[in-house]
Nanobody, 117 residues
Framework: QVQLVESGGGLVQAGGSLKLSCAAS????????MGWYRQAPGKQRDLVAG???????NYADSVKGRFAISRDNAKNTVYLQMNSLKPDDTAVYYC???????????WGQGTQVTVSS
């Protein structure tokens, strides 16, 4: 069983910053990819940023240059530094990890990020 605990969401004014964290615990062999997704009301859940086990990152076009994803493999934790936040960034943010052997996806419970104008 794997548990993901997210933290760092909240309310911030436009132009501000937040840093999300997601720590994985439980029984698993190792973690392959880690990522952050977001879902705004009435919209689908979309990828925000992902990071491979080797540190290769990818971002949604809407957040490039503003958000940065990183991971600490020793702590099984993934981070999302969000800068220059905009009201359009308002959403519930979910972390996802993909484990190896077996290969399986696990999701966090979600953390609300609200950006006021």
């Amino acid at each position: 069983q794997v548990q993901l605990v997210e933290s760092g969401g909240g309310l911030v004014q436009a132009g501000g910053s937040l840093k999300l964290s997601c720590a994985a615990s439980g029984t698993f062999f190792s973690i392959d990819t880690m990522g952050w997704y977001r879902q705004a009301p009435g919209k689908q859940r979309d990828l925000v940023a992902g990071i491979s086990s080797g540190g290769i990152t990818n971002y949604a076009d809407s957040v490039k240059g503003r958000f940065a994803i990183s991971r600490d493999n020793a702590k099984n934790t993934v981070y999302l530094q969000m800068n220059s936040l905009k009201p359009d960034d308002t959403a519930v943010y979910y972390c996802k990890i993909t484990t190896r052997f077996p290969r399986f996806d696990y999701w966090g419970q979600g953390t609300q990020v609200t950006v006021s104008s």
